[in-house]
């Protein structure tokens, strides 16, 4: 077993030594530019850019032309999200979200918002679920987007894809979804689940960083976004610059991938997830799963443990590579929007930390980790007053009686 232990990738992926020795000829013989049409290495790099757009498309059940190539996950949601906002802002200003989704979709709503356009930005209950009642409330004449994403990057709670598509569909308004992490570990389907805009990268899947793609339906109903980038007209006029064609074409090749072994590998990571929770919950106290238990990615386990910090944590334990939430805002060390929005609270916040699994997990790797996890969280504690309050009985400060069984008194 090679150490540290690779347990982050919601973060990114590996490439797929598949993947890999499908893209190494468009670095070298192959190099050519897509949009060279008049010569062989031109064309040679576009047939190649065309299989890998067929490719992505099976993977969400679209069509080879409904795929928008880009740069990422986070330009993908920003061209659907501004895109659709300048194009048919005339119908109406009014955009809906949710306050767990990822910072590409609330930043770029926080933009909007100082262009004159107001976003409702939906709340979630204690395991992160949405209330679809609460969805359909917020839906008001003016309404002109929906984005909610399939999959929460930090506990991995699913939202209800296809309800939501229905509801969108009924009211006639357009229904985006970043689905960077549910795409390749769940199944996605565009048309049965009434998605209209999808964004989804390259690194999740295990292929290259710095490429993605965009979904953009075509018909019944048409959605085109206007361009955030302008040039050459590339991609329909939706996303100019040259394609990158050994990244695009390890994009297709990773959805490929992903669409013949996504049923097994997602049993086999679901298996290794609740082995994880089970030990852990099993054997270490003041331990907590954060995020619903049954609707969730089979991969992403978010879990808190009470008295001892998470930056402490991965300290202590530096076999194994962890998040202490989502890679994309970590670096600012301040508490997890996601958890606080599900009524965490913020000492338990700091103490929650995201293990998520993979193509190349093994169950080797898990027992080390449960073994590597209870250690240190024993050694973080022993530094702990708090922790010594509530082994001896007193209020452990998470609440008026924490209710762990050790006897908790109200803390006046």
Do not use: W
């Amino acid at each position: 077993m090679k150490l540290p232990v690779y347990m982050d990738y919601s973060a990114t992926t590996p490439v797929d030594p598949a993947v890999l020795e499908e893209m190494l000829p468009y670095f070298s013989d192959q190099f050519g530019n897509a949009a060279s049409i008049h010569h062989k290495f031109g064309t040679e790099a576009g047939m190649a850019v065309s299989k890998a757009r067929q490719q992505v498309a099976n993977l969400i059940g679209a069509e080879a032309k409904e795929i928008i190539f880009t740069s990422g996950a986070t330009e993908s949601n920003n061209i659907a999200i501004k895109g659709v906002a300048e194009r048919y802002g005339d119908k109406g200003k009014h955009i809906i979200t949710c306050v767990t989704e990822h910072k590409a979709i609330l930043d770029t709503c926080k933009y909007l918002e100082q262009k004159g356009y107001e976003v409702t930005y939906l709340g979630v209950d204690t395991n992160g679920m949405l209330d679809l009642q609460e969805l359909k409330d917020a839906i008001r004449s003016d309404t002109i987007l929906i984005s909610l994403m399939a999959a929460n990057n930090e506990v991995g709670v699913l939202h209800p894809v296809k309800e939501i598509g229905e509801i969108a569909r009924e009211k006639g308004v357009f229904f985006h979804c970043d689905a960077t992490q549910a795409v390749g570990k769940i199944p996605i389907d565009v048309n049965e689940m009434k998605i209209d805009l999808l964004s989804l990268s390259a690194h999740k899947i295990y292929g290259p960083k710095g490429v993605g793609a965009l979904y953009a339906r075509d018909k019944n109903p048409r959605v085109r976004p206007t361009a955030v980038l302008h040039g050459g007209g590339h991609e329909k006029g939706m996303r100019s610059g040259t394609l990158n064609s050994p990244g695009i074409v390890g994009l297709g090749k990773a959805c490929e991938i992903c669409q013949e072994v996504m049923a097994e590998e997602s049993a086999r990571l679901k298996k290794l997830s609740d082995k994880l929770i089970d030990e852990i919950l099993g054997t270490i106290e003041f331990a907590k799963l954060n995020g619903d238990r049954q609707h969730r990615l089979p991969n992403v386990v978010n879990l808190g443990f009470a008295y001892v910090e998470g930056e402490t944590l991965m300290m202590f334990m530096p076999e194994l590579a962890v998040s202490s939430g989502s890679a994309c805002t970590s670096a600012t060390l301040g508490a997890s929007y996601v958890l606080q929005a599900m009524g965490v609270k913020d000492d338990e916040i700091h103490g929650s930390l995201r293990f998520s699994i993979g193509r190349f997990t093994t169950e080797e790797e898990i027992d080390f980790a449960v073994e590597c996890i209870e250690k240190s969280v024993h050694k973080a504690r022993a530094l702990s007053p708090l922790y010594d309050d509530a082994i001896q009985g007193k209020c452990c400060k998470y609440g008026k009686c924490c209710d762990h069984g050790h006897g908790c008194v109200d803390d006046e």
